[in-house]
């Protein structure tokens, strides 16, 4: 009864873990893409209701 009932994951490779860091670092680029986007439509948005 000593065995796990999962299966325990191998380590990963250096390629596996470059490839994750890597698709990590682009969703945290999109992301933060996406927010500044949203922050600069916002406050064209607020300008041009109290300015127009």
Not at 15 to 38: D, N, S
Request: no cysteine; charged share 15%.
């Amino acid at each position: 009864m000593s065995e796990s009932i999962a299966p325990s994951e191998p380590s990963p490779t250096p390629r596996r873990r470059r490839r994750a860091i890597r698709i990590v670092l682009a969703h945290l680029v999109r992301g933060l893409a996406y927010g500044a986007g949203t922050a600069v439509t916002g406050l064209l948005a607020y300008w041009a209701q109290h300015y127009l």
